[in-house]
């Protein structure tokens, strides 16, 4: 049996290059690796590039809400420290999520860029990856498939006051925060921001 695949990168098509460059590099603290010929790529690790954008021969329509394509894009981090203080520093150049969410599985912050597609900031909860999906299997799951949002601001205070990794990965820490919107209503429209 051979070896699987792995995600290698994803291309998006623009007709506004420089803002998703400008996005991406920021929310990932990557850099270009090339750009020319209509194309430019980026990286943020020891991949050569993991996000492209190239540009339409003419223009490119708008991203519609309503049409079938890519949703959102998942980087995950580390640790939940590390996935705070990107969170931070993104804050203070201005760039906040569309919505948080517990999911149970991750603990994830969703960012819109520029051509309204959503990319994903995360941690695993679980070590394992057959305990992740037993997770997903269980009540919590069944019961909600996508979880609570939660107070981003309020995790960094309790994280610095002491609180526990385990502690605030949970949905019952999300759920005993203050009543945040719909997560389901941020990931499909374009005018809720957190």
Known sequence: MGSAPRLAHVVLQ????????????TLLDGHVVFSGHGLTFITCDEEHHRIAF???????????LTSAGMHHMAFTFETLDDLLERFEKLAAKRIRPATPIQHGVTTSLY??????NFVELQIDNFADPDEATAYMRGPDYDEDGVGPAFDVKRMIEARKAGATVDELTTRAWAHAGPTLPDPMIALTSTDVTI
């Open 111 to 116: 960012y819109r860029d520029p051509d309204g």
């Open 54 to 64: 190239v540009a339409p021969p003419e223009g490119v329509e708008p991203k519609s």
């Open 14 to 25: 623009t007709g506004q290059p420089e803002a998703m460059t400008e996005f991406y590099t």
